[in-house]
Antibody, heavy 119, light 110 residues
Framework: EVQLVQSGTEMKKPGESLRISCQAS????????IGWVRQMPGKGLEWMGL????????RVSPSFEGQVTMSVDKSINTAYLQWSSLKASDTAIYFC????????????WGQGTLVTVSS | QSELTQPPSLSGAPGQRVIISCTGS?????????VHWYQQFPGVAPKLLIY???NRPSGVPDRFSGSKSGTSASLAISGLQAEDEADYYC??????????FGGGTKLTVL
């Protein structure tokens, strides 16, 4: 069974750094792109970017270029999303999701990580 | 404002058929990219409902169906049930922007 398990809720102050994680199991991690999706409070889904664990190739949405960094550690089947300096507007739930091999959809999702940024 | 336009809300009575539209452009849906649909209940992750325009993953009831034509796509839900009350999102790709989600449609079962 494919599973994506994300790290827990984070409460941070503006200007702080943060890295959240997404650990995959149940399939060959290197074979599928992992996507990150933001959902701000009461709002819709926004695609942030994709990373291919096989070679760390990344695709970033123009809306998030320069705002976040994606990375992976293949040795522990884990993808990361990182901020160097958080803003209050980064408050959101962040989902990781596995992209299907056959289509450009997300066929499995993590449970989401709530990030709250407040002074 | 998303490049994929969905009605913000829709409602229907139990047993009715509702259709959720997803309107794009010649740089995304109209360029031949597939459309996928997700269902999301409050507080939980989205779930894939329809992939590649018309296909249902295993376990999704056949009351849910998808279609695509030109620069638009649609999700139809027949025999509406109370448990279908959720948010629905379309997703596609864009030649310039990468992946796209629609703004989402909140479906209310009356």
């Amino acid at each position: 069974e494919v599973q994506l398990v994300q790290s827990g809720t984070e409460m941070k102050k503006p200007g702080e750094s943060l890295r959240i994680s997404c650990q995959a199991s149940g399939y060959r991690f290197s074979n599928n792109w992992i996507g990150w999706v933001r959902q701000m409070p009461g709002k819709g889904l926004e695609w942030m970017g994709l990373i291919f664990p096989g070679d760390s190739d990344t695709r970033v949405s123009p809306s998030f270029e320069g705002q976040v960094t994606m990375s992976v550690d293949k040795s522990i089947n884990t993808a990361y999303l990182q901020w160097s300096s958080l803003k209050a507007s980064d408050t959101a739930i962040y989902f990781c999701a596995r992209r299907s091999l056959s289509a450009r959809n997300f066929d499995s999702w993590g449970q989401g990580t709530l990030v709250t940024v407040s002074s | 404002q998303s490049e994929l336009t969905q009605p913000p809300s829709l409602s229907g009575a139990p047993g009715q058929r509702v259709i959720i539209s997803c309107t794009g452009s010649t740089s995304n849906i109209g360029a031949g990219y597939d459309v996928h649909w997700y269902q999301q209940f409050p507080g939980v992750a989205p779930k894939l409902l329809i992939y590649a325009n018309t296909n249902r993953p295993s376990g999704v009831p056949d009351r849910f169906s998808g279609s695509k034509s030109g620069t638009s796509a649609s999700l139809a839900i027949s025999g509406l049930q109370a448990e279908d009350e959720a948010d629905y999102y379309c997703q596609s790709s864009d030649s310039s922007l990468g992946l796209l989600f629609g703004g989402g449609t909140k479906l209310t079962v009356l």
